[in-house]
């Protein structure tokens, strides 16, 4: 059976929901919008552990956290680096010489449900490297000054990709250590994967999976995880024949 770990990336700053608000602490759905993505993938079956990449000086309020949350899996913090690739980097170096397929997350994605992870280990045993997207519904254009339209883009080719970004080991480690050996920046760590001529399969997000960026993004995401553990809670009642 194939080992897969999660490393969820929570050192960010998140400066587009304004000065002074950590993004990933701030309550949703009655907790801190990173306990629910921690829980998402201490719940996943295909998980064996996790990795929380943080900020200097967080490891006592994630401690914290833990304490009031119902974790089953181990778990290790690992502190960021200055970009989002040097933290990635820093937790693959925190992995389990035994795990072969990680998945890795932003903290901040806290709606990513056990079928989804599932579906994107399978892919990156399959091919190497996988991502969960979903395909462009919006009419997309294309600004060369951000003030007027250029051209008009096919969206029917372009897909929004999302979390989990899932690799196999040596594959995700071989990309990145590429793109320090080159001292370049990457959006994404499917980004590296192009690199070294690394093919990443997609994984269609079957349910929104949305990221909290901005404020904006806040009440459309409780409203999810609101849904989301009402499905829950109706599933354990009817498991333990309740009701």
């Known amino acids: 059976m194939t080992t897969a770990a999660a490393i969820i990336v929570a050192a960010g700053k998140g400066v587009r929901m304004g000065p002074n608000t950590d993004k990933i602490f701030l309550p949703v759905a009655g907790r801190p919008v990173v306990a629910h993505t921690w829980e998402r993938f201490d719940r996943a079956p295909c998980v064996s552990d996790i990795i929380l990449v943080i900020r200097e000086g967080m490891e006592s309020a994630f401690k914290e956290l833990a304490a009031t949350l119902h974790l089953t899996k181990p778990c290790r913090f690992v502190n960021g680096g200055k970009e989002r690739q040097d933290s990635v980097w820093n937790g693959l170096q925190a992995l389990d010489p035994a795990a072969q397929i990680v998945a890795i997350q932003d903290a901040a ?52 990709v999302q979390t989990p970004q899932t690799f196999r080991v040596e594959v995700i480690r071989r ?17 590296a994967c192009e690199l070294i001529g690394q093919s990443v399969k997609l994984v269609p997000s079957p349910h929104p999976n949305p990221k909290i960026t901005a404020p904006i993004d806040v009440p459309y995401v409780e409203m999810l995880l609101n849904r989301i553990h009402a499905v829950e809670q109706a599933q354990l009642i009817q498991l333990h024949g309740y009701g």
């Not at 590429?178 to 959006?187: A, C, E």
């Open 109 to 160: 994605r806290p709606c990513t449900g056990a079928e989804l992870i599932a579906a994107t280990i399978q892919a990156a045993e399959e091919m190497g490297a996988a991502v969960a997207a979903q395909p462009l519904t919006d009419t997309v254009k294309q600004s060369d000054d951000g003030v007027l339209i250029a051209r008009h883009l096919d969206r029917s080719r372009l897909w929004a």
């Open 175 to 191: 990309a990145l250590a590429k793109v320090r050996d080159q001292g370049i920046q990457v959006t994404d760590d499917t980004a």
